[in-house]
């Protein structure tokens, strides 16, 4: 296995996603021992987005961004997906500050968007939920996601990885003669390979190229 899929229902909220995303990474962790990390933090499913479907709040979300700091690896944090363009920005800026160990003030600084995009939550950095959407997240389907994938990293027997090896210096690099290279006689098997190509009595070109130049 060299991916893993956590498939998860509607309505999840903080807990239950803290939960099962801290013991499933811990685990992938320590099995697959990256070098580096890429984190994904797409903001769809933040509570009141338009088209995700979760119950996260900020710092539910931002949580899950903490926990994989601790692991000390390199670690590249891109933005994703998010389609309430307000809780987007509050998502992200809210996470820079996690990833910067600095703590943030709830009111947001007036700026030229401040009364256009933020109104929506009183003006605050927070997640205001415009309706709740029920939790299908069971606790016994959470424990068999997490059962199913446990088992699934327990079959690798060790962390893949691929050798790394120096890069010889330019001076330990053949050289090639372009002209030996491009030499047409080699390239078509010599002249017995220039004997067997046949030319038709109706071809309108004489190269290879269509009428088109190309």
């Known amino acids: 296995y060299y991916s ?6 509607d ?3 903080d807990n239950g996603f803290r939960a099962i995303f801290k013991s499933v990474m811990q685990k992938v962790m320590d099995v697959y021992q990256p070098g580096a990390v890429v984190l994904q933090c797409g903001a769809d499913s933040l509570a009141a987005d338009r088209l995700g479907c979760f119950n996260l709040s900020l710092d539910g979300h ?3 961004v903490k926990f994989m700091k601790r692991f000390n690896v390199p670690l590249l944090v891109t933005g994703g997906g998010g389609y309430t363009k307000s809780n987007v ?3 992200w800026t809210y996470e820079t500050a996690a990833l910067l160990d600095r703590t943030l003030k709830e009111d947001i600084p007036q700026h030229d968007f401040y009364y256009e995009y933020y109104s929506d939550a009183d003006y605050k ?3 205001v939920p415009t309706f709740t959407i ?6 016994t389907y959470l424990q068999n996601v997490k059962q199913q994938v446990m088992e699934n990293l327990r079959a690798l027997e060790h962390a893949p990885g691929v050798a790394m090896h120096e890069v010889p210096p330019d001076s330990l690099i053949p050289e090639f003669d372009e002209d030996e290279l491009l030499n047409v006689d080699e390239r078509y098997g010599g002249q017995a390979g220039k004997d067997k190509e046949v030319t038709r009595d109706d071809e309108f070109y004489d190269s290879d190229g269509d009428h088109d130049g190309d």
């Open 134 to 139: 029920e939790n299908l997240n069971t606790k």
């Open 62 to 64: 931002a949580d899950c």
């Open 11 to 13: 309505g999840m909220d």
């Open 4 to 9: 893993v899929n956590v498939p998860l229902c």
């Open 89 to 91: 920005a509050r998502c």
């Open 125 to 127: 950095l927070k997640v």
